[in-house]
Structure formats: structure tokens, C-alpha cells
């Protein structure tokens, strides 16, 4: 695991926590209002964190766009094969 740096450390004092029990306040205190803007935000961020994910691996995927090419256009090698039974 990472050392935390005290910049961190003072954003996650100072900025996460408040926010973090602002969010709980709100929920106890107006569910019907705070639930479905909680799931929001959380799903707004998986969405983004789901496209950050593809838009590294088209990266990756285009960096070894010619290998993978090589790889996909060669020939297959000669299979095994196992004798067909004859009815006798």
C-alpha cells in the first residue's frame, strides 16, 4: 500500500469527511430526496470510471495492434487428430 502524503491526508480530513457526513446527514434526514441522488452520483461515477477503463485498454489494445495482428493472421498449426472408429 501506498504512504499517505500529507496533502492527501489533509483533503481526506479536511474535504471527504465533512462531505462523507454531510451525505449521511442528508440521507437520515431526507431519504426520499438523498437515496436516489447518492445512487446517482455513485453510478455517474461508475459510468466514468467504466469509460476511463475501456479508454485505456483501446490504448493498450492499439499499442500491440501489430502483434495481434500477426497473431490472429497466421496459419493454425496442423491439429491432432484422433482415428474415426469404423463400425465392424
Request: charged share 10%; aromatic share 10%.
Amino acid at each position: 500500500m501506498k504512504s499517505l502524503t500529507w496533502p492527501q491526508a489533509f483533503t481526506i480530513t479536511f474535504a471527504g469527511l465533512p462531505a462523507f457526513m454531510f451525505t449521511v446527514a442528508v440521507i437520515g434526514v431526507y431519504p426520499a430526496t438523498g437515496v436516489p441522488l447518492v445512487l446517482g452520483a455513485l453510478a455517474a461515477y461508475g459510468v466514468h470510471r467504466r469509460a476511463r477503463t475501456q479508454a485505456a485498454l483501446a490504448l493498450r489494445a492499439s499499442a500491440d495492434y501489430p502483434a495481434n495482428l500477426a497473431l490472429v493472421a497466421a496459419p493454425l498449426p496442423e491439429l491432432p487428430t484422433v482415428p474415426m472408429r469404423t463400425a465392424s
